[in-house]
């Protein structure tokens, strides 16, 4: 599974949104009806979106990194623990996608979205992301130049 690429979806007259056919493809044969969308843990007014079951497996390994080996127990009977697993989980929404890959926006997301102008999906590997248009043309140009000073680095070492 292979999130790639970046296209600027506009919202159709019911305000639902597309899952492009190279998304969708990339969604497990038999997790293809839906997916999961989160809100970013770090990044305000960006939602993640993920397969069910790579949102389940992320879900294992942040616990795993988290809490350790007995950690998921700790936080099964400490009703006080912090479980991030738990935090993320709290706000994800599994999204029905009808046959053509149209989905309904629920509406904590549209609004951190601010949806007006269509929604910026971008594929990052093992998840994608929805950003709002106007603020991943900005974090793209930002990235950019982050790019061109790690490519420039690479050699650094060289000598």
Same mark, same amino acid.
Request: charged share 30%; proline share 6%.
């Given at each position: 599974?292979?999130?790639?690429?970046?296209?600027?979806?506009? #919202?159709?007259?019911?305000?639902?949104? *597309? *899952?492009?056919?190279?998304?969708?493809?990339?969604?497990?044969?038999?997790?293809?009806?839906?997916?999961?969308?989160?809100?970013?843990?770090?990044?305000?007014?960006?939602?993640?979106?993920?397969?069910?079951?790579?949102?389940?497996?992320? #879900?294992?390994?942040?616990?795993?990194?988290? *809490?350790?080996?007995?950690?998921?127990?700790? @936080?099964?009977?400490?009703?006080?623990?912090?479980?991030?697993?738990?935090? #993320?989980?709290?706000?994800?929404?599994?999204?029905?996608?009808?046959?053509?890959?149209?989905?309904? #926006?629920?509406?904590?997301?549209?609004? @951190?979205?601010?949806?007006?102008?269509? @929604?910026?999906?971008?594929?990052?590997?093992?998840?994608?992301?929805?950003?709002?248009?106007? !603020?991943?043309?900005? !974090?793209?140009?930002?990235? !950019?130049?982050?790019?061109?000073?790690?490519?420039?680095?690479?050699?650094?070492?060289?000598?």
């Amino acid at each position: 599974m292979a999130f790639r690429s970046e296209i600027l979806i506009k #919202l159709d007259k019911k305000g639902r949104v *597309l *899952l492009p056919a190279a998304f969708r493809d990339e969604l497990p044969a038999d997790d293809r009806g839906a997916f999961v969308l989160y809100h970013s843990p770090n990044l305000p007014g960006v939602v993640n979106g993920n397969s069910r079951a790579g949102f389940d497996a992320m #879900l294992d390994r942040l616990r795993a990194e988290a *809490l350790g080996p007995k950690g998921a127990l700790k @936080v099964t009977l400490d009703d006080e623990a912090f479980d991030p697993a738990g935090y #993320l989980s709290a706000s994800a929404r599994t999204i029905a996608m009808e046959p053509d890959g149209r989905f309904s #926006l629920p509406a904590e997301f549209a609004s @951190v979205l601010e949806v007006s102008d269509g @929604v910026m999906l971008v594929g990052k590997g093992d998840k994608f992301q929805l950003w709002n248009p106007g !603020r991943w043309q900005a !974090r793209r140009d930002s990235d !950019r130049d982050k790019m061109a000073a790690f490519v420039r680095g690479l050699g650094a070492g060289d000598a």
